[in-house]
């Protein structure tokens, strides 16, 4: 969740329950998905795969390439094997976040 300031400083909130705020830096965004290999994960969310699908095929009808994954559960985090995958064979990732 994130909300703006009047200065257009976005504030995230991290539904962890962290008892300290901890500041994170955003990962560096490509320019463009050109020549790029777009990771799409699921982690098993109601209709997150039905959002997965659409943008599938948005990004395919642009000519970039995709490829699917899927987390066991959507209660505990990734296996250490599919993060490893997915940061191999991937250049950016968007994961399915959907009820």
């Known amino acids: ?10 504030i995230y909130l991290d539904p962890t ?3 300290t ?3 994170r830096t955003l990962a560096e965004r490509p320019a463009s998905l050109e020549g790029k290999v777009v ?19 948005l990004l395919n009808e642009r000519g970039l390439q995709t490829l ?3 987390k ?4 505990k ?6 993060r490893h995958e997915i940061a191999t064979k991937c250049d950016v ?7």
């Open 17 to 19: 329950s962290e008892r």
């Open 1 to 10: 969740m994130s909300s703006r300031t009047d200065s257009d400083t976005r």
């Open 39 to 57: 990771g799409l994960l699921d982690i098993i969310k109601p209709r997150g795969d039905v959002f997965l699908d659409r943008l599938e095929t």
């Open 21 to 23: 705020t901890i500041t």
């Open 77 to 82: 985090v990734a296996p250490v094997d599919l």
């Open 68 to 70: 699917r994954f899927r």
């Open 72 to 75: 066991p559960t959507f209660t």
């Open 93 to 99: 990732v968007v994961e399915a976040l959907a009820d």
